[in-house]
C-alpha cells in the first residue's frame, strides 16, 4: 500500500506540477514558437458557424463577422443551419439575399456533421471555425492567418477570454428582486436569496477563469516547443486540405480535427493575438455538464485515433500522455490514494495526516455543492420578475 500511495500522488503531482515545469525547462532547448509576421491577408479564409435555434444571437454575430478587418473579397462566411426549428433560417435569408452569408440546411443530425456540410461549401484554403454565441475582436482573423505563413503549420487556435464577473455584475444590477405582489417580507427573502445565489455564481465562475488561465498557459508553452494539443471550439482555423470528415458522434471536433493534424506531421499553434470573447459558466450544473463532456470526448478520441498512443506515430506523444491521458488518470489516483491512506493511516503519522487532509478536501467540496444546491431557485420562494436575464451557457472548450 505505501507504494500504490506514492505512486498516485507522484502522478497527480506530476500531471498538475511537474509536466508544466517539464514545458518550461524544455523551452531551454528548443523554443519553436512562429515569430512575429506580417499579417498580411493574402489567404483566402472561409468561416464556418454551425447553429441550431439561434435566431437571437445570429444578427449580432454575423454583424461581427462582417465587420472583421478582413477584405471582404478574401472571406466567406457559411451558416450551417443543424435542422433548426425557429427563425434562424429566416433571419439567415436576409443576409443570404445580400450576398453576405451562404447558408446551408441539413437535417438535425449534430454539430460534426454540420462541420462537415460546412467544409463542403467552403471555397478558401483556409477554415475559420466559430460558435453563434461569441464575439471576435477586430483583427482576429488577420492574427488566426498569420502562423500559417509558415508550412509546417496545419492550425492556429485562438485566445478566448473569459468576462464572468462583469457579466454578473451586469445581470444582478438589472434584476427586480423586491417582489410587490408579497411586500417587503418577500423582498428582503428575494433580495437575500438573489444575493446568496451571486456570491455562488462568481466563485464558480472566479473558478473556472481561473482554470482557463492555467489552460491557456499550458497551451502557450506546448506550441513553443511544438504543438499544442487541441484547439478553442470558439476561435480555431486549420489548412481545408488537412480536414477530414469528422463522426457523426463527435463530442470534441476541437481536440479530433487538431490532434488528426498533429498525427499528419504539422503543428498546431497557439496565438493570444487572436482574440474572442464570452462569458464563464456561472452554474455548478452547467460546468459540471462541460467537465463530463471534456472527460467523454477525450475517451473517444482515444477510440477514434489509438495512434495518439504510439510514440513513433505522434510527435507530441509525451505531452499527450502528460496533459490529455494523465487528466484522465488522475480521479483514480485520487481514489487510490484515499484508499491507501486508509490503510496506512494507523502505520505512521504522516499517512495519518495525509488521511485527514484528503478527508477534509473532499468535505469541503461537498459542502460546496450543498451550498450551491440550496442556492438554486424554490418553487416556494418568492417569484423573480420575468424579465431577469438567464444565466449564460457554459463555454465550449476548454480542452
Known amino acids: 500500500m505505501t507504494l500504490v500511495f506514492w505512486l498516485s500522488v507522484a502522478l497527480i503531482a506530476y500531471v498538475y506540477v511537474g509536466y508544466p515545469l517539464a ?13 512575429s509576421r506580417s499579417a498580411n491577408p493574402h489567404y483566402g479564409v472561409s468561416i464556418v458557424v454551425a447553429a441550431r435555434n439561434e435566431a437571437a444571437r445570429l444578427p449580432a454575430r454575423l454583424d461581427n463577422l462582417l465587420s472583421l478587418y ?4 478574401r472571406r466567406q462566411i457559411i451558416v450551417v443551419s443543424d435542422g433548426s426549428t425557429d427563425e434562424t433560417l ?48 477586430p483583427d482576429a482573423l488577420r492574427e488566426l492567418v498569420a502562423p500559417f505563413a509558415d508550412p509546417r503549420v496545419g492550425a492556429v487556435t485562438g485566445e478566448l477570454q473569459l468576462d464572468a464577473e462583469s457579466a454578473c455584475r451586469r445581470s444582478d444590477r438589472d434584476r427586480r428582486v423586491f417582489d410587490r405582489r408579497s411586500g417587503e417580507r418577500a423582498g428582503a427573502f428575494e433580495r437575500r436569496e438573489q444575493e ?9 465562475a472566479d473558478g473556472v477563469g481561473l482554470y482557463w488561465k492555467y489552460e491557456k498557459q499550458m497551451r502557450r508553452l506546448e506550441s513553443r516547443i511544438w504543438s499544442t494539443l487541441g484547439a478553442t471550439g470558439a476561435i480555431y482555423a ?36 487572436a482574440l474572442a470573447f464570452d462569458r464563464a459558466a456561472s452554474d455548478a450544473d452547467a460546468e459540471a455538464r462541460r467537465k463530463v463532456r471534456t ?101 465550449r472548450e476548454v480542452a
Open 196 to 204: 446568496r445565489r451571486r456570491t455562488l455564481r462568481s466563485t464558480i
Open 238 to 273: 486549420i489548412r481545408r486540405a488537412l480536414y477530414r470528415p469528422l463522426p457523426a458522434d463527435t463530442i470534441l471536433d476541437d481536440v479530433l480535427t487538431p490532434m488528426r493534424i498533429v498525427l499528419a506531421g504539422y503543428r498546431v499553434v497557439f496565438n493570444e493575438k
Open 90 to 137: 429566416k433571419v439567415l435569408a436576409g443576409y443570404q439575399s445580400k450576398g453576405l452569408v451562404d447558408v446551408v440546411a441539413v437535417p438535425p443530425g449534430g454539430k460534426a456533421l454540420a462541420l462537415n456540410a460546412g467544409i463542403e461549401r467552403a471555397r478558401f484554403e483556409i477554415v475559420v471555425f466559430a460558435d453563434a454565441r461569441q464575439t471576435f475582436a
Open 295 to 395: 472527460l467523454a470526448g477525450n475517451y473517444q478520441i482515444l477510440a477514434l485515433e489509438p495512434a495518439l498512443l504510439l510514440p513513433w506515430r505522434n510527435p507530441v506523444w509525451l505531452q499527450y500522455l502528460s496533459h490529455k491521458v494523465g487528466r484522465l488518470v488522475v480521479p483514480y489516483a485520487m481514489l487510490a490514494a484515499l484508499a491507501s491512506s486508509i490503510v496506512l493511516a494507523s502505520s505512521h503519522p504522516f499517512y495519518a495526516v495525509a488521511l485527514a487532509v484528503q478527508v477534509l478536501f473532499y468535505l469541503l467540496a461537498g459542502a460546496g455543492a450543498l451550498l450551491e444546491f440550496a442556492g438554486r431557485p424554490r418553487e416556494s420562494a418568492a417569484p423573480v420578475d420575468a424579465e431577469r436575464p438567464r444565466a449564460p451557457r457554459a463555454v
Open 70 to 73: 478582413y477584405p471582404a473579397s
Open 23 to 35: 514545458l518550461h525547462c524544455g523551452l531551454w532547448m528548443a523554443d519553436r514558437g512562429f515569430r
